[in-house]
């Protein structure tokens, strides 16, 4: 509903400065996150699965807004986006970068990823900042 909610808003104030390109790009949005809410509730074999919270679905939800348009890559479970679940992806397998004895200090956290991390290293030697 949050993004519904959003999305809504940001139509307004796209129609209000002229960016129609923006409006079609958020009702395609809205009508997917529509679509997807309904395909959630029916079993399907083949589901996406967020590696960051575990949530599994039909697919990705749609992240657009004023000068970016991603269909299908937020997770509704924990709100993050492609680019954190492969980051996690490449920390786990080729880093020690979740490794409670690893000393790590990250600049300007995602709240989600931050939240990840600091269970992933069972809230050892983990410092951010922003």
């Known amino acids: 509903?949050?993004?519904f909610a959003r999305w809504?808003?940001?139509i307004?104030?796209?129609l209000k400065a002229g960016y129609f390109d923006?409006?079609?790009n958020l009702l395609l949005a809205q009508a997917k996150l529509i679509w997807l809410t309904i395909c959630d509730?029916?079993?399907k074999s083949e589901r996406v699965e967020c590696n960051i919270c575990s949530w599994t679905g039909y697919d990705f939800y749609p992240n657009v807004g004023w000068?970016?348009?991603d269909m299908s890559v937020l997770c509704p479970g924990c709100v993050c986006l492609d680019r954190y679940r492969s980051l996690a992806l490449i920390l786990w397998e080729r880093t020690k970068f979740f490794s409670p004895d690893t000393y790590v200090i990250e600049v300007a956290p995602s709240p989600n990823f931050q939240k990840y991390s600091i269970e992933q290293k069972n809230n050892k030697n983990y410092v951010s900042f922003d």
């Open 8 to 10: 809504s808003k940001s």
């Open 67 to 69: 000068g970016y348009n």
């Open 1 to 3: 509903m949050r993004l």
């Open 22 to 24: 923006f409006v079609i």
């Open 12 to 14: 307004l104030r796209s």
């Open 41 to 43: 509730v029916i079993p």
